[in-house]
């Protein structure tokens, strides 16, 4: 008789319990509806320790209205990181109680949510980018993509993002798990001018595209490739590895790569440049020789040939190579201001003998045979220099160069009408 009264006593208290539990939600609810997010986290906190026992039903209604007052309180910009995420981790919750319950109740809201913080976490991370405050944009990119790990692209750019803001340490294993996933984002553009504001906007395929050019949406459609990721991400997880010391870990992590991804010809550059900072100049023109192999037509690796080149003071061959890069490319601007920078460092000699002359009528007779050698590497330069500054007439570095030569050959009219175009 005594034990009945004793399972009685205990229903009896799960049952105020439950009663005690229900009341919270409700004014949890009520406080919510009232904007008052805080005083609604407050009192789920006070229920916490009883939500583990509770129904299913009831763990859901709970982790949903956590998650909105979460999010409430994000949207109202107070620790907006902090609690998007709580937010996100409350959804997340309900949707876990809900899938194991077999009763669908709040999940559609729940996920509908977890794609909002998804949008508001990216968004705020290029706000933060902009700000320069990549290190918490990185951040808020990595917990977008712990959101959706289908959507590994938010994995790629937190990654880069961290390397922006010099923080390798969080880097390093983003671009880890990006390699365990052989990522290479390679794939298809498809984009069309909006008539009504003028943007670019992106499609998910061809047939969207087109079918917004025949309603008359959009216009002026173009398809573009984009090219494999690979070659950055594992450029990127060499140098940081060959900065912690790690350099043979580094050189397997590509090796590894290109084992896997045979075709991929960034990976044979990105190893080939690993090489160059570890200063082993012949493996790296015999990677960048065998990528030539694969795509002799290739500026960038004929390019970086010329790099080469100049960096082992072989400057015929470096002159070869830029030549080589702008036959194939006709617009490649470095390539331009690099045969340039080589071309005038045949004045540093010249400069310097003529320091050294003296007053003589020899060495007056010397001075003027090396003023017309400087000034013949000038003019040298000028086509290469006008070109650079063509197509990138921002960069300042180019035109006040292409300046100082105008200005020493005493070409007046042409130094004005440069000038006018800087000032």
């Known amino acids: 008789?005594?034990?009945?009264?004793?399972?009685?006593?205990?229903?009896?208290?799960?049952?105020?319990?439950?009663?005690?539990?229900?009341?919270?939600?409700?004014?949890?609810?009520?406080?919510?509806?009232?904007?008052?997010?805080?005083?609604?986290?407050t009192i789920l906190k006070d229920a916490q320790n009883l939500i583990a026992n509770a129904k299913d039903v009831e763990?859901?209604?709970?982790?949903f209205v956590q998650g909105n007052a979460f999010l409430e309180l994000a949207n109202k910009k107070?620790?907006?990181?902090?609690?998007?995420?709580?937010?996100?981790?409350?959804?997340?919750?309900?949707?876990?109680?809900?899938k194991a319950s077999g009763k669908q109740k709040y999940s559609?809201?729940?996920?509908?949510?977890?794609?909002?913080?998804?949008?508001?976490?990216?968004?705020?991370?290029?706000?933060?980018t902009q700000s320069n405050k990549s290190a918490e944009g990185a951040k808020k990119l990595y917990e977008a993509y712990l959101l959706d790990k289908n959507d590994t692209i938010n994995l790629y750019y937190a990654a880069s993002t961290a390397v922006n803001a010099q923080d390798?340490?969080?880097?390093?294993?983003?671009?880890?798990?990006?390699?365990?996933?052989?990522?290479?984002?390679?794939?298809?553009?498809?984009?069309?001018?909006?008539?009504?504001?003028?943007?670019?906007?992106?499609?998910n395929n061809a047939k969207e595209r087109d079918l917004a050019v025949k309603l008359g949406t959009h216009e002026k459609p173009k398809t573009e490739t984009i090219p494999s990721k690979r070659g950055e991400i594992y450029k990127n997880l060499a140098l940081i590895l060959v900065q912690k010391g790690r350099t043979e870990d580094a050189k397997k992590a590509i090796s590894d790569a290109r084992k896997t991804n045979p075709e991929d010809t960034s990976l044979i550059l990105t190893e080939a440049n690993l090489y160059l900072?570890?200063?082993?100049?012949?493996?790296?023109?015999?990677?960048?020789?065998?990528?030539?192999?694969?795509?002799?037509?290739?500026?960038?690796?004929?390019?970086?040939?010329?790099?080469?080149s100049a960096n082992a003071k072989n400057t015929a061959d470096a002159e070869k190579y830029y030549l080589k890069a702008i036959e194939i490319n006709p617009s490649y601007t470095n390539a331009y201001l690099n045969l340039a920078a080589l071309k005038l460092e045949a004045e540093r000699p010249i400069i310097d003998e003529m320091n050294k002359l003296g007053t003589s009528a020899k060495d007056m007779k010397r001075y003027d045979v090396l003023k017309a050698q400087r000034e013949q590497v000038f003019k040298g330069v000028i086509p290469y220099l006008k070109k650079a500054n063509e197509l990138d007439p921002k960069n300042e570095d180019v035109s006040k160069t292409l300046l100082g030569v105008y200005k020493a050959l005493e070409m007046t009219a042409e130094a004005k009408a440069l000038k006018a175009t800087m000032n």
């Not at 763990?59 to 982790?63: L, T």
């Open 108 to 128: 559609t809201q729940g996920a509908a949510s977890i794609t909002e913080i998804k949008g508001k976490l990216i968004n705020s991370a290029i706000a933060d």
């Open 168 to 203: 390798f340490d969080s880097a390093l294993p983003m671009y880890e798990e990006l390699k365990k996933l052989n990522y290479s984002g390679k794939g298809t553009m498809y984009t069309a001018v909006n008539k009504a504001n003028g943007s670019e906007d992106g499609f």
């Open 1 to 41: 008789m005594k034990s009945k009264y004793v399972i009685l006593a205990s229903a009896l208290l799960i049952s105020v319990a439950t009663f005690a539990q229900k009341d919270q939600i409700k004014n949890a609810e009520k406080a919510l509806k009232g904007g008052d997010a805080q005083g609604a986290i």
């Open 59 to 63: 763990q859901a209604q709970y982790y």
């Open 78 to 98: 107070v620790e907006e990181s902090k609690n998007l995420s709580a937010a996100a981790d409350s959804y997340k919750k309900l949707i876990e109680v809900e």
């Open 277 to 308: 900072e570890t200063k082993d100049f012949d493996m790296y023109k015999k990677l960048v020789g065998e990528a030539l192999e694969k795509e002799p037509n290739n500026a960038d690796l004929v390019f970086n040939l010329g790099v080469l």
